[in-house]
């Protein structure tokens, strides 16, 4: 298995951020790896510590969005992902993460079949088998508990995780998704076969998925419709049952230059199985919130204001764990209070 090496295009984010000329020891290394489908064989790419701890691990699975890959959002190409952020966890909290490559659809694009009805761009795959046929061969090297197995996606990814929730067997032990809701017209109608935890982070000025519910748009084409943030998690605990009262916090200490803000509301505490929590991004777009990973302002003026208060993996990770948010309730922003 080669260790990869990738060089950045921006001096000046390495001096800023202090982050990567190359993979450093502290990164999980990579391996190209193959399952076989019935739609064909499917590609994955496995991030794995430098030394695997002894006994069955924690799996973390991770999907691109609409037109990205595998080696986008692990880093191992230009124009990394924050995502790829998990590539640190990996090797510090000595779990395996592997990062699942979609199908091309008719717009010649890597998708997911999600659960969205009206979505002419999504691919025909059979999705859940393929997580299904990963999960499978990771369980049976020995190295992985198949009880702690959880997805988290970006945007189309993220519809993704949502059928995965609902329809992979064994069912998952939690998922986060990313500027990504459930579908208005969903063929993925039964709920999980047991309480799975669910997390939603998702900014209000969303340009594609938009926050309070509609028409998914990319490029001028329609992509279906989605259930609003609210509607979303509101379906999610009717589906696992949870009943808790809503607890709100502000997350991390707020940029002003970034413009945007995060406002966290749990229903249920830590470790609870059936627990559920929204991640409202007040002026954030389509982009996933993270402190080391920062999109270029070109970009952002296509999908919107990027959130640099928290590390939506490291957070996603305190969420699977079951604990605390991995950065904590802080400081509002000037003119809003702390709830």
């Known amino acids: 298995m080669k260790k990869r090496c990738k060089r950045p295009r921006d001096v000046?984010?390495?001096?800023?951020?202090?982050l990567m000329l190359c993979v450093s020891a502290q990164a999980a290394r990579l391996s190209d790896e193959r399952v076989l489908t019935g739609d064909g064989p499917g590609a994955f790419l496995l991030a794995h510590p430098e030394q695997t701890p002894p006994g069955r691990r924690p799996l973390v699975l991770l999907f691109h969005g609409h037109g990205g890959s595998a080696a986008q959002a692990l880093g191992d190409r230009a124009g990394a992902s924050p995502l790829s952020v998990w590539r640190q966890i990996a090797d510090r909290e000595g779990l395996l993460v592997a990062a699942l490559d979609g199908s091309k659809?008719?717009?010649g694009k890597a998708g997911w079949n999600d659960c969205r009805r009206d979505a002419p761009g999504n691919p025909?795959?059979?999705?859940?088998?393929?997580?299904?046929?990963?999960?499978?061969t990771l369980v049976g090297t020995g190295h992985v508990d198949p009880q702690r197995v959880y997805a988290m996606g970006m945007s189309n990814g993220a519809m993704m995780t949502f059928r995965l929730a609902q329809e992979l067997n064994p069912p998952l032990a939690g998922f986060v998704a990313v500027s990504g809701l459930m579908a208005l017209d969903s063929r993925c109608a039964r709920p999980p076969?047991?309480?799975?935890?669910?997390?939603?982070?998702?900014?209000?000025?969303?340009?594609?998925?938009?926050?309070q519910g509609g028409q998914v748009s990319a490029a001028g084409?329609?992509?279906?419709?989605?259930l609003g943030a609210e509607a979303t998690v509101a379906a999610w605990r009717r589906f696992n049952q949870n009943s808790a009262p809503g607890r709100r916090s502000v997350l991390g200490v707020a940029q002003q230059r970034d413009g945007s803000w995060v406002e966290r509301l749990d229903f249920g505490a830590p470790g609870d199985p059936a627990r559920v929590a929204l991640l409202t991004v007040h002026g954030g777009g389509h982009i996933e919130p993270s402190i080391s990973q920062q999109y270029r302002h070109f970009y952002q003026r296509l999908v919107g204001r990027q959130n640099h208060d928290i590390e939506s993996a490291e957070v996603a990770w305190a969420f699977f764990n079951g604990t605390a948010s991995a950065l904590g309730p802080g400081q509002a922003p000037p003119g809003r209070p702390n709830q």
Do not use: C
């Open 12 to 18: 000046w984010i390495l001096l800023a951020l202090g």
């Open 105 to 107: 659809a008719g717009d």
């Open 124 to 136: 025909p795959t059979d999705d859940v088998a393929f997580v299904a046929a990963v999960v499978q």
């Open 193 to 211: 076969s047991r309480p799975i935890p669910a997390m939603v982070i998702t900014g209000t000025e969303d340009p594609l998925v938009p926050y």
């Open 221 to 226: 084409a329609r992509r279906g419709g989605v």
